[in-house]
Protein backbone atom coordinates (compact mmCIF):
# COMPACT_ATOMS: atom_id res chain seq x y z
CA UNK A 1 0.00 0.00 0.00
CA UNK A 2 2.89 2.37 0.62
CA UNK A 3 4.40 1.43 -2.47
CA UNK A 4 1.38 2.66 -4.48
CA UNK A 5 1.10 5.41 -2.75
CA UNK A 6 4.63 6.53 -3.19
CA UNK A 7 4.43 5.43 -6.74
CA UNK A 8 2.05 8.49 -6.95
CA UNK A 9 2.80 10.62 -4.87
CA UNK A 10 0.13 10.45 -2.52
CA UNK A 11 0.06 10.38 1.27
CA UNK A 12 -1.18 7.23 3.11
CA UNK A 13 -2.90 8.40 6.56
CA UNK A 14 -3.95 4.45 7.50
CA UNK A 15 -6.92 4.28 9.89
CA UNK A 16 -5.81 2.52 12.85
CA UNK A 17 -9.06 0.92 13.92
CA UNK A 18 -8.08 -2.21 12.44
CA UNK A 19 -4.93 -3.11 13.92
CA UNK A 20 -4.95 -0.88 17.55
CA UNK A 21 -1.45 -1.40 17.82
CA UNK A 22 2.06 0.57 18.36
CA UNK A 23 3.78 -1.90 16.90
CA UNK A 24 1.67 -1.85 13.67
CA UNK A 25 1.37 2.03 13.83
CA UNK A 26 5.12 2.36 14.05
CA UNK A 27 5.95 -0.23 11.28
CA UNK A 28 3.29 2.02 9.19
CA UNK A 29 4.92 5.28 9.67
CA UNK A 30 8.20 3.85 9.52
CA UNK A 31 7.37 2.48 6.13
CA UNK A 32 6.48 6.04 4.80
CA UNK A 33 2.62 6.89 6.17
CA UNK A 34 2.32 10.46 6.69
CA UNK A 35 -0.15 10.07 9.40
CA UNK A 36 -2.41 7.94 11.36
CA UNK A 37 -6.47 8.27 10.96
CA UNK A 38 -8.70 7.44 14.15
CA UNK A 39 -12.67 6.45 15.07
CA UNK A 40 -12.24 7.74 18.75
CA UNK A 41 -9.99 10.06 21.10
CA UNK A 42 -9.22 7.34 22.74
CA UNK A 43 -7.30 5.33 20.00
CA UNK A 44 -5.67 8.53 19.32
CA UNK A 45 -4.32 8.98 22.61
CA UNK A 46 -3.17 4.95 22.38
CA UNK A 47 -1.51 5.68 19.08
CA UNK A 48 0.65 8.17 21.08
CA UNK A 49 3.95 5.80 21.51
CA UNK A 50 4.07 5.30 17.99
CA UNK A 51 5.36 8.43 17.51
CA UNK A 52 2.98 9.61 14.93
CA UNK A 53 2.80 13.52 14.78
CA UNK A 54 -0.32 13.72 12.57
CA UNK A 55 -3.13 12.73 13.26
CA UNK A 56 -7.29 12.90 11.69
CA UNK A 57 -10.27 11.99 14.00
CA UNK A 58 -12.34 10.54 11.47
CA UNK A 59 -15.77 10.82 13.43
CA UNK A 60 -18.58 13.12 14.88
CA UNK A 61 -17.33 14.93 17.81
CA UNK A 62 -19.94 16.76 20.40
CA UNK A 63 -19.11 16.13 23.74
CA UNK A 64 -17.31 19.19 25.40
CA UNK A 65 -16.43 17.05 28.42
CA UNK A 66 -13.86 15.78 25.47
CA UNK A 67 -12.09 19.04 24.99
CA UNK A 68 -9.41 18.89 27.41
CA UNK A 69 -8.70 15.67 26.10
CA UNK A 70 -8.46 16.92 22.54
CA UNK A 71 -6.22 19.57 23.94
CA UNK A 72 -3.80 17.31 25.24
CA UNK A 73 -3.90 15.51 22.18
CA UNK A 74 -2.99 18.09 19.88
CA UNK A 75 -0.02 19.54 22.31
CA UNK A 76 1.24 16.30 21.36
CA UNK A 77 1.52 16.32 17.24
CA UNK A 78 2.40 19.03 14.86
CA UNK A 79 -1.22 18.60 13.27
CA UNK A 80 -4.58 17.29 14.42
CA UNK A 81 -7.81 16.95 12.44
CA UNK A 82 -11.14 16.60 13.04
CA UNK A 83 -14.03 15.82 11.49
CA UNK A 84 -17.45 18.31 10.70
CA UNK A 85 -20.04 15.47 9.12
CA UNK A 86 -23.34 18.08 8.57
CA UNK A 87 -24.37 21.06 8.64
CA UNK A 88 -26.47 20.45 12.27
CA UNK A 89 -22.86 18.87 13.73
CA UNK A 90 -21.20 22.23 13.37
CA UNK A 91 -22.14 24.20 16.41
CA UNK A 92 -21.67 21.02 18.72
CA UNK A 93 -18.27 20.79 17.26
CA UNK A 94 -17.77 24.25 18.11
CA UNK A 95 -18.76 23.98 21.62
CA UNK A 96 -16.30 21.17 21.73
CA UNK A 97 -13.00 23.03 20.27
CA UNK A 98 -14.17 25.98 22.36
CA UNK A 99 -13.83 23.79 25.67
CA UNK A 100 -10.70 22.65 24.38
CA UNK A 101 -9.29 26.11 23.88
CA UNK A 102 -7.64 25.44 20.52
CA UNK A 103 -8.02 26.11 17.06
CA UNK A 104 -9.05 22.97 15.14
CA UNK A 105 -8.34 21.96 11.73
CA UNK A 106 -11.46 20.11 10.07
CA UNK A 107 -12.17 17.87 7.40
CA UNK A 108 -15.65 18.23 5.86
CA UNK A 109 -17.16 14.45 5.25
CA UNK A 110 -18.91 13.87 1.70
CA UNK A 111 -21.64 11.27 1.92
CA UNK A 112 -20.96 9.33 -1.81
CA UNK A 113 -22.82 6.37 -1.22
CA UNK A 114 -22.59 4.83 2.21
CA UNK A 115 -25.94 6.74 3.85
CA UNK A 116 -24.07 7.78 6.96
CA UNK A 117 -22.26 10.38 8.15
CA UNK A 118 -21.77 13.80 5.46
CA UNK A 119 -23.02 16.08 3.58
CA UNK A 120 -25.57 14.64 1.00
CA UNK A 121 -24.88 17.51 -1.56
CA UNK A 122 -23.01 20.21 -3.31
CA UNK A 123 -25.66 22.83 -1.60
CA UNK A 124 -25.22 21.28 1.95
CA UNK A 125 -21.42 21.29 1.67
CA UNK A 126 -21.56 25.33 1.16
CA UNK A 127 -24.39 25.58 4.05
CA UNK A 128 -21.68 23.31 6.28
CA UNK A 129 -18.71 25.62 5.03
CA UNK A 130 -20.55 28.79 5.49
CA UNK A 131 -21.83 27.36 9.25
CA UNK A 132 -18.18 27.01 10.04
CA UNK A 133 -16.91 30.03 9.09
CA UNK A 134 -19.10 31.54 12.47
CA UNK A 135 -16.51 30.02 14.48
CA UNK A 136 -13.15 31.77 14.10
CA UNK A 137 -11.38 28.60 16.00
CA UNK A 138 -12.83 25.84 13.46
CA UNK A 139 -11.05 25.98 10.20
CA UNK A 140 -12.20 23.96 6.64
CA UNK A 141 -8.69 22.05 6.04
CA UNK A 142 -10.23 19.61 3.44
CA UNK A 143 -12.73 16.90 2.57
CA UNK A 144 -12.88 13.06 3.18
CA UNK A 145 -15.48 10.44 2.36
CA UNK A 146 -15.99 6.76 3.81
CA UNK A 147 -17.03 5.10 0.27
CA UNK A 148 -17.58 1.36 2.46
CA UNK A 149 -20.37 0.38 -0.11
CA UNK A 150 -17.42 -0.49 -2.29
CA UNK A 151 -17.41 -3.70 -0.38
CA UNK A 152 -20.01 -4.96 -2.41
CA UNK A 153 -18.41 -4.54 -6.43
CA UNK A 154 -16.59 -6.97 -8.12
CA UNK A 155 -13.74 -6.17 -9.74
CA UNK A 156 -15.09 -5.54 -13.27
CA UNK A 157 -17.35 -2.80 -11.90
CA UNK A 158 -15.02 -0.66 -9.65
CA UNK A 159 -13.44 1.66 -12.04
CA UNK A 160 -16.42 2.61 -13.49
CA UNK A 161 -17.85 3.56 -10.04
CA UNK A 162 -14.47 5.04 -8.65
CA UNK A 163 -14.11 7.53 -11.69
CA UNK A 164 -17.93 8.48 -10.07
CA UNK A 165 -17.04 8.85 -6.96
CA UNK A 166 -14.15 11.04 -7.90
CA UNK A 167 -15.82 13.23 -9.91
CA UNK A 168 -18.93 13.81 -6.79
CA UNK A 169 -16.34 14.70 -4.82
CA UNK A 170 -14.45 17.25 -7.07
CA UNK A 171 -17.95 18.75 -7.73
CA UNK A 172 -18.82 18.79 -4.10
CA UNK A 173 -15.05 20.23 -3.50
CA UNK A 174 -15.61 22.99 -5.91
CA UNK A 175 -18.87 24.40 -4.21
CA UNK A 176 -16.85 25.16 -1.44
CA UNK A 177 -13.26 26.19 -2.23
CA UNK A 178 -11.49 23.96 -5.20
CA UNK A 179 -7.86 23.88 -3.35
CA UNK A 180 -8.99 21.90 -0.57
CA UNK A 181 -7.29 18.34 -0.30
CA UNK A 182 -9.41 14.98 -1.00
CA UNK A 183 -9.13 12.41 1.80
CA UNK A 184 -10.78 9.42 0.48
CA UNK A 185 -9.67 5.69 -0.03
CA UNK A 186 -10.68 2.63 1.93
CA UNK A 187 -8.87 -0.65 1.78
CA UNK A 188 -11.21 -1.60 -1.37
CA UNK A 189 -10.22 1.92 -3.42
CA UNK A 190 -7.14 2.88 -2.05
CA UNK A 191 -4.41 1.71 -4.78
CA UNK A 192 -7.36 2.34 -7.62
CA UNK A 193 -7.98 6.08 -6.70
CA UNK A 194 -3.85 6.24 -6.07
CA UNK A 195 -3.23 5.26 -9.98
CA UNK A 196 -6.49 7.39 -11.34
CA UNK A 197 -6.21 10.38 -9.72
CA UNK A 198 -2.37 11.60 -8.44
CA UNK A 199 -2.79 15.58 -8.24
CA UNK A 200 -6.48 15.46 -7.50
CA UNK A 201 -6.66 13.12 -4.06
CA UNK A 202 -3.88 13.92 -1.46
CA UNK A 203 -4.26 10.79 1.01
CA UNK A 204 -6.11 7.77 1.17
CA UNK A 205 -6.69 6.22 4.84
CA UNK A 206 -7.39 2.12 4.58
CA UNK A 207 -7.59 0.60 7.53
CA UNK A 208 -8.42 -3.20 7.06
CA UNK A 209 -5.74 -4.05 4.14
CA UNK A 210 -2.71 -3.96 6.84
CA UNK A 211 -4.22 -7.40 8.01
CA UNK A 212 -7.29 -8.52 5.37
CA UNK A 213 -10.08 -10.82 5.88
CA UNK A 214 -12.77 -12.86 4.05
CA UNK A 215 -14.39 -8.93 3.17
CA UNK A 216 -11.30 -8.49 0.84
CA UNK A 217 -11.29 -11.77 -0.37
CA UNK A 218 -14.35 -11.85 -1.27
CA UNK A 219 -16.68 -10.11 -3.90
CA UNK A 220 -14.17 -7.30 -4.30
CA UNK A 221 -10.84 -9.69 -5.35
CA UNK A 222 -8.95 -7.37 -3.51
CA UNK A 223 -6.60 -10.27 -1.78
CA UNK A 224 -5.72 -14.00 -2.22
CA UNK A 225 -6.92 -15.77 1.41
CA UNK A 226 -3.28 -16.69 1.30
CA UNK A 227 -2.61 -12.71 1.80
CA UNK A 228 -3.88 -12.67 4.96
CA UNK A 229 -1.82 -12.01 7.59
CA UNK A 230 -4.39 -12.29 11.31
CA UNK A 231 -5.86 -15.38 12.01
CA UNK A 232 -7.71 -17.26 14.50
CA UNK A 233 -6.67 -20.05 16.25
CA UNK A 234 -9.17 -22.27 17.48
CA UNK A 235 -9.38 -25.77 19.12
CA UNK A 236 -11.98 -28.31 18.17
CA UNK A 237 -13.93 -29.39 21.22
CA UNK A 238 -16.64 -31.98 20.23
CA UNK A 239 -17.98 -33.27 17.34
CA UNK A 240 -21.84 -34.15 18.47
CA UNK A 241 -23.40 -35.18 15.47
CA UNK A 242 -22.19 -36.25 11.59
CA UNK A 243 -21.49 -33.19 9.65
CA UNK A 244 -21.30 -30.94 12.79
CA UNK A 245 -18.19 -29.94 14.91
CA UNK A 246 -17.73 -27.08 17.59
CA UNK A 247 -14.59 -24.84 18.17
CA UNK A 248 -13.89 -22.90 21.67
CA UNK A 249 -14.37 -19.63 19.36
CA UNK A 250 -17.75 -18.36 19.48
CA UNK A 251 -19.50 -14.31 18.92
CA UNK A 252 -16.75 -12.87 21.86
CA UNK A 253 -13.66 -14.27 19.33
CA UNK A 254 -15.32 -13.41 15.78
CA UNK A 255 -17.76 -10.77 16.41
CA UNK A 256 -21.42 -11.22 14.93
CA UNK A 257 -20.01 -9.87 11.90
CA UNK A 258 -20.14 -12.35 8.81
CA UNK A 259 -19.80 -12.84 5.29
CA UNK A 260 -22.64 -11.82 2.93
CA UNK A 261 -22.85 -15.94 3.03
CA UNK A 262 -23.20 -15.98 6.28
CA UNK A 263 -19.91 -17.28 7.35
CA UNK A 264 -17.86 -16.15 10.59
CA UNK A 265 -14.73 -17.60 9.31
CA UNK A 266 -13.01 -20.14 6.70
CA UNK A 267 -10.15 -22.78 7.19
CA UNK A 268 -6.87 -20.92 6.43
CA UNK A 269 -5.33 -24.17 4.65
CA UNK A 270 -8.16 -24.58 1.80
CA UNK A 271 -10.08 -26.88 3.50
CA UNK A 272 -13.87 -27.44 3.16
CA UNK A 273 -14.45 -26.08 6.97
CA UNK A 274 -16.67 -23.02 7.78
CA UNK A 275 -17.81 -21.35 10.81
CA UNK A 276 -21.57 -21.17 10.04
CA UNK A 277 -23.31 -20.26 12.87
CA UNK A 278 -21.61 -18.76 16.28
CA UNK A 279 -23.12 -18.79 20.50
CA UNK A 280 -20.39 -16.60 22.76
CA UNK A 281 -18.16 -19.38 23.23
CA UNK A 282 -18.91 -22.06 20.98
CA UNK A 283 -18.17 -21.84 16.52
CA UNK A 284 -20.44 -24.77 14.59
CA UNK A 285 -17.84 -25.71 11.67
CA UNK A 286 -19.71 -27.04 8.62
CA UNK A 287 -18.09 -28.35 5.41
CA UNK A 288 -17.31 -31.98 4.01
CA UNK A 289 -13.76 -31.81 5.65
CA UNK A 290 -15.78 -31.48 9.34
CA UNK A 291 -16.21 -35.17 9.75
CA UNK A 292 -12.21 -36.10 9.84
CA UNK A 293 -11.48 -33.25 12.67
CA UNK A 294 -10.53 -34.74 15.91
CA UNK A 295 -11.36 -33.60 19.04
CA UNK A 296 -8.62 -31.54 20.36
CA UNK A 297 -6.94 -30.54 16.85
CA UNK A 298 -6.08 -26.67 16.52
CA UNK A 299 -7.44 -25.20 13.73
CA UNK A 300 -6.02 -21.84 11.92
CA UNK A 301 -8.94 -19.85 10.82
CA UNK A 302 -9.75 -16.39 8.23
CA UNK A 303 -12.02 -14.51 10.13
CA UNK A 304 -14.83 -12.35 8.09
CA UNK A 305 -13.90 -9.20 9.48
CA UNK A 306 -10.68 -8.48 10.79
CA UNK A 307 -11.03 -5.28 12.40
CA UNK A 308 -13.79 -6.45 15.77
CA UNK A 309 -11.65 -9.71 15.83
CA UNK A 310 -8.67 -7.32 16.82
CA UNK A 311 -10.77 -5.50 19.18
CA UNK A 312 -12.12 -8.69 21.30
CA UNK A 313 -8.45 -9.63 21.95
CA UNK A 314 -6.08 -8.46 24.36
CA UNK A 315 -2.81 -9.96 22.69
CA UNK A 316 -2.06 -11.21 19.37
CA UNK A 317 0.74 -13.84 18.50
CA UNK A 318 3.32 -12.85 15.92
CA UNK A 319 4.74 -15.95 14.10
CA UNK A 320 7.18 -16.08 11.07
CA UNK A 321 6.88 -19.84 9.66
CA UNK A 322 6.49 -21.76 12.58
CA UNK A 323 8.50 -19.83 15.11
CA UNK A 324 5.91 -17.36 17.23
CA UNK A 325 8.32 -14.16 17.35
CA UNK A 326 6.65 -11.68 19.63
CA UNK A 327 3.46 -11.18 21.30
CA UNK A 328 1.89 -7.97 20.55
CA UNK A 329 -1.00 -6.18 22.92
CA UNK A 330 -4.28 -4.59 21.55
CA UNK A 331 -3.44 -1.29 23.15
CA UNK A 332 -6.70 0.49 21.88
CA UNK A 333 -8.43 -2.76 22.26
CA UNK A 334 -12.03 -1.20 23.71
CA UNK A 335 -11.18 2.70 23.75
CA UNK A 336 -14.39 3.35 21.76
CA UNK A 337 -14.04 7.05 23.77
C1 LIG B 1 -13.98 7.03 8.25
C2 LIG B 1 -13.28 5.79 7.83
N1 LIG B 1 -12.08 5.90 7.19
C3 LIG B 1 -11.39 4.82 6.80
C4 LIG B 1 -11.89 3.54 7.01
C5 LIG B 1 -11.07 2.36 6.56
O1 LIG B 1 -11.79 1.49 5.76
P1 LIG B 1 -11.25 0.03 5.38
O2 LIG B 1 -11.05 -0.71 6.65
O3 LIG B 1 -12.30 -0.51 4.53
O4 LIG B 1 -9.97 0.24 4.68
C6 LIG B 1 -13.12 3.39 7.67
C7 LIG B 1 -13.68 2.05 7.91
O5 LIG B 1 -14.70 1.84 8.51
C8 LIG B 1 -13.83 4.53 8.08
O6 LIG B 1 -15.01 4.43 8.70
Not at 74 to 98: C, F, G, I, Y
Not at 125 to 140: D, I, V
Not at 206 to 226: H, K, Q
Request: charged share 20%.
Amino acid sequence: MQAACDDHGIELRPHIKTHKMVPVARMQLEAGARGLTCAKIGEAEAMLPSGVRSLFIAHSLVDPAQGRRLAALAEQLDDLRVAVTSEVHVDALARVAQASGRALSVMMAIDSGLGREGVRSAAAAERTASALTKYPQLRLSGFYTHEGFFYGLPPAEQTAKARVLLDHLIAVRNAVDSKLPLWPGCSVTAKLLTSMAPGVVQAVRPGSYVFGDLSLCATTGIMERNEVALHVLATVVDKPEPGLALIDAGSKTFSSDKTAEGVSALAADGRDIKVVRVNEEHGYLRGSEVDALKIGERLVLIPAHVCTVVNLTDRVVVTSGSQVTDTWNVDARGRVQ
